[in-house]
């Protein structure tokens, strides 16, 4: 167990050095705390949610380690336990300990039974009556078999005879400043690598349950003689090992890329594959610390078999979508030899990965079905996980980020965009060429879309869940920077009326002048001084600071004074405040629809009595001299409906361009959060956050619909970050009113008129994809209908989303 690997900016990921060491132990040692850590026995595992609601295991149990170089006995030992809460004269419950350790090994505990659970666990090496705290307790290695008496983590310092300690949970007794993190019923706390630093917080993290005895299979190959399994024994030919949770023993490999900051390990790789193309020949191993090897050791590895799964916030080992890494942990590593010839790596090129990038299962688990490395990309991938591969030539499809990150694609003519990218044609349709390349010691390359990686760039397969699976790369190709230019549009005439969408990314006073500015020109040079822009997460006065404020004039008025002074005209602006903490978004912010309007061209028409409370009140569609209006302007559109809980309330407004009139609807339906992760092992992933988006779909379509009722020929224009794609049913129930399509169109999604291989607003881990529109009702006439990429497809944004524009005759 250790900490999440979700991301290059959580791995911190490690430069390539090395110490040369002829062995090395990684132990798991704890004593008292702020004692000096043990070198021999330690608590290495505790779970006690056995038997419990939702619990696998009947039993609770308490797993030691052995880190030193002999077996020691147990006599005279014991496990006790403290609840996490003692009173003043609290007594601790006492297990005597029989049996001995041998060096290197765990030793199980069975403890207590619940009610439930079904799996009785593998055959302890010793057994106990103790009843644990399912998510708060104290738990000690005793060298004595009296209870003990102290209550306070400075009074158990104390006492000599405890040799290690570990509190969990709410725990009043722990090591160190911090208790380990709290289990439940379906997890347990694991030490980190076997590193002890008397830090219960750190040394420990959260994971599935892995009660592991001492005799479990695996072992053998004392010395420095390999043991009986292979690392393609461990890999095996399913997604998760066959060997997940079991001690294995003197696994041979040659050390070929380390990591030594985040989670610090090191990768290595048998240099004599089996003929199995589902079979893994490489591992990573967890240390804990930074490892004391060096690229080209020939290793032997002692360990447990983990799979690990970074989780997310509220995820659990069950209910996660990420796919797992395959990892030995609490290692301890020989160096057998040193200055190995590193195994070739795999060259993946235009045919190497299958055209397919996830297998239709119905939502089912991948990790239920055999690796299959012609199924598809994750398939493939899984089949070569740790192990050195290499990529020739490639094309950047998704910008450097800060994290060392930029995604390429291995198949260049696989889903082209115009500039260079590589889209999204439909759902569940991945590109399967895209691979995210991950510098291993953060280096930032400032690569572009449409730039090259020249030569080869080589590493190893991890897997991460923004992109799924990636190459860690220790050597990286020669960048080739071809200068993608950004999008100018084409201004309209005169007689047009222009209307801009901009997702401006939670802009808020305290955004630096730059942002600002950067804006501004977007605005005046690229998107060609819009009449109306539609702006969408526009923060309040405080931005993300939670203290009631809803007001935004100072964030609107430092936007319109930055155009100003870049030589825009002074746009004015309407909209309404949404009600405190209820849009949804960054916490505080209060993000808000909001029209910016040249007053030199467009006329706002205001309607509704000042005293009407509008973010509350909806508007509504009337008639007025033969024509469609609106009862607010500006206003909202069913602002106290259920399907804008946590989201961003629709904002109307009527406007008069040379006489005629024009109603705007601006939006920014509810974010894709909670959705399963794509990359991940339930495929294809359920979008759950889609029927939220569906139903805000209907309600603008049905406003939409009114207006259209109240006068067939109303020129209407429907704008914003709709967090979904052309293809969508989302976009279809907003167009047509039905999830299917069937409907009568009411409405023309302009992002379909463009070339195919020009639909796209947003970059989202190296995919070019839809998320924001512009759509026109039938009368609308003399369009012409603009993308505007600035910002996604360049690692320096000035926000996440391209701008779009639209040039109409009302």
């Keep these: ?141 005793v060298h004595s078999t009296d209870a003990r008496t102290c209550v306070t983590s400075a009074d158990c310092t104390a006492d000599t005879a405890i040799t290690d300690l570990v509190g969990y949970g709410t725990a009043t007794v722990h090591e160190g400043t911090a208790d380990a993190p709290a289990p439940s019923n379906t997890t347990s706390v694991s030490r980190t690598g076997g590193k002890d630093t008397d830090q219960n917080g750190p040394d420990f993290t959260v994971g599935a349950p892995s009660p592991t005895p001492s005799g479990t299979t695996g072992g053998g190959g004392g010395g420095t003689e390999p043991g009986p399994l292979a690392i393609h024994d461990i890999q095996g030919t399913s997604f998760v090992s066959p060997q997940n949770g079991n001690s294995v023993s003197n696994v041979a490999g040659v050390v070929t890329t380390l990591r030594t900051s985040g989670s610090k390990g090191f990768w290595m790789q048998d240099p004599k594959p089996d003929a199995n193309p589902a079979t893994s020949e490489g591992i990573f191993v967890y240390t804990g610390s930074t490892p004391a090897v060096k690229v080209g050791d020939s290793v032997l590895v002692s360990g447990k078999v983990s799979d690990y799964y970074a989780l997310g916030s509220g995820e659990t080992l069950s209910s996660t979508s990420s796919l797992s890494v395959t990892e030995l942990t609490a290692p301890t590593v020989t160096v057998v030899a040193s200055g190995a010839a590193l195994p070739a790596p795999v060259v993946i090129g235009p045919n190497t990965v299958p055209d397919t990038y996830a297998p239709d299962l119905g939502n089912g688990n991948i990790e239920k079905t055999p690796i299959t490395p012609t199924r598809s990309a994750l398939d493939y991938y899984e089949s070569v996980e740790g192990m050195r591969v290499e990529v020739d030539d490639v094309r950047v499809v998704g910008p450097s980020n800060s994290y060392g990150e930029q995604y390429v694609t291995t198949k260049p003519t696989q889903a082209a965009t115009y500039r260079g990218g590589t889209e999204l044609l439909g759902e569940n349709r991945t590109p399967s060429g895209r691979l995210e390349v991950a510098t291993l010691d953060g280096t930032t390359l400032g690569l572009d879309v449409g730039d090259v990686l020249t030569g080869a760039t080589t590493g190893v397969i991890d897997w991460s869940t923004y992109g799924g699976y990636v190459l860690d790369a220790s050597t990286v190709g020669t960048p080739q920077h071809n200068h993608l230019a950004p999008v100018t549009a084409k201004a309209g005439s005169k007689k047009q009326l222009s209307i801009a969408t901009y997702n401006v990314e939670n802009l808020a006073p305290g955004d630096s002048a730059d942002k600002f500015t950067a804006l501004a020109k977007g605005v005046i040079t690229n998107l060609a001084t819009p009449d109306i822009v539609a702006l969408e997460e526009i923060q309040d006065n405080d931005g993300a600071t939670d203290d009631g404020t809803v007001a935004a004039d100072t964030t609107i008025t430092k936007l319109t004074n930055a155009i100003v002074a870049a030589g825009g005209p002074h746009y004015d602006y309407r909209l309404v405040d949404p009600v405190n903490d209820q849009d949804g978004g960054q916490p505080g912010g209060n993000i808000r629809n909001v029209f910016l309007y040249n007053p030199a061209r467009v006329t706002f028409v205001d309607r509704g009595a000042p005293s009407v409370d509008r973010s509350v009140t909806g508007t509504q569609v009337t008639k007025t001299k033969g024509a469609a209006a609106l009862t607010l302007s500006p206003g909202r559109i069913d602002p106290t409906n259920p399907v804008w809980t946590s989201s961003r309330k629709p904002l109307a407004g009527e406007f008069r361009f040379q006489g005629k009139p024009v109603i705007v609807v601006a939006n920014h339906f509810d974010a894709k959060l909670g959705d399963q992760n794509s ?132």
């Design 679 to 810: 990359d991940g092992r339930f495929q294809y992933a359920q979008q759950s956050s889609q029927t939220q988006r569906a139903g805000q779909a209907l309600v603008v379509h049905d406003f939409v619909a009114k207006i259209l009722a109240a006068q067939k020929s109303a020129d209407v224009v429907v704008v914003g970050d709709l967090n979904d794609y052309q293809f969508s049913s989302p976009l279809a129930v907003l167009r047509t009113g039905s999830a299917d399509g069937s409907g009568t169109p009411i409405l023309t999604d302009l992002i379909t008129t463009l070339p195919v291989d020009q639909q796209y607003t947003y970059v989202y881990n190296g995919v070019s994809q839809v998320l924001d529109h512009i759509l026109v009702t039938p009368k609308v006439r003399g369009v012409t209908y603009q993308v505007v990429h600035v910002n996604a497809e360049f690692n320096g944004q000035t926000s996440d989303h391209d701008p779009q524009v639209v040039d109409i005759r009302p």
């Design 1 to 141: 167990m250790h900490p999440s690997l979700t991301r290059s900016r959580l791995r911190a990921a490690a430069a390539l050095v090395g110490v040369a060491a002829a062995t090395l132990g990684v132990t798991a040692a704890q004593t008292p705390a702020g004692a000096a850590p043990s070198t021999t026995l330690v608590v290495n595992e505790v779970y006690g949610g056995g038997g419990n609601t939702g619990a696998t295991l009947k039993n609770d149990f308490v797993e030691l380690y052995n880190a030193g170089t002999g077996a020691v006995s147990l006599s005279g030992y014991s496990v006790q336990y403290l609840t996490g809460s003692p009173t003043a004269t609290a007594k601790w419950s006492v297990d005597t300990l029989t049996g001995s350790i041998p060096a290197g090994k765990t030793f199980l505990v069975r403890e207590s039974a619940g009610s439930g659970g079904t799996d009785d666990g593998p055959t302890p090496d010793d057994t106990g009556s103790l009843s644990l705290g399912g998510t708060s307790g104290t738990v000690a290695l």
